[in-house]
Nanobody, 114 residues
């Protein structure tokens, strides 16, 4: 059974940092993984992705502030978020993109106060 469990969200002041984690169970870990976010009233958007080989892609809005990484030994993908801004407030979702189906976690709330 596939499970994606996110953690690490919370409330932080502008300029602060948070580190999100997503643990993947099942056999799907060795695929491209990513972090997405959805703010109230907005569509879900890609934040960052990392391939099985470690290649990364970032949204322009987070370049230079966020870093995605993965630990294959722990089946875990991370999102280090620095210099957070109020506009980063959203529910953050972990996603695994397999050749057949995408898998999503339930999300973790990140709130950045001004």
């Amino acid at each position: 059974q596939v499970q994606l469990v996110e953690s690490g969200g919370g409330l932080v002041q502008a300029g602060g940092s948070l580190r999100l984690s997503c643990v993947v169970s099942g056999s799907i870990y060795r695929n491209t993984m990513g972090w997405y976010r959805q703010a109230p009233g907005k569509q879900r958007e890609m934040v960052a992705t990392i391939s099985s080989g470690g290649s990364t892609i970032y949204a322009d809005s987070v370049k230079g502030r966020f870093t995605i990484s993965r630990d294959n030994a722990k089946n875990t993908v991370y999102l280090q978020m620095n210099s957070l801004k109020p506009e980063d407030t959203a529910v953050y979702y972990c996603k695994v993109s397999t050749p057949y189906d995408p898998y999503w976690g339930r999300g973790t709330q990140v709130t950045v106060s001004s």
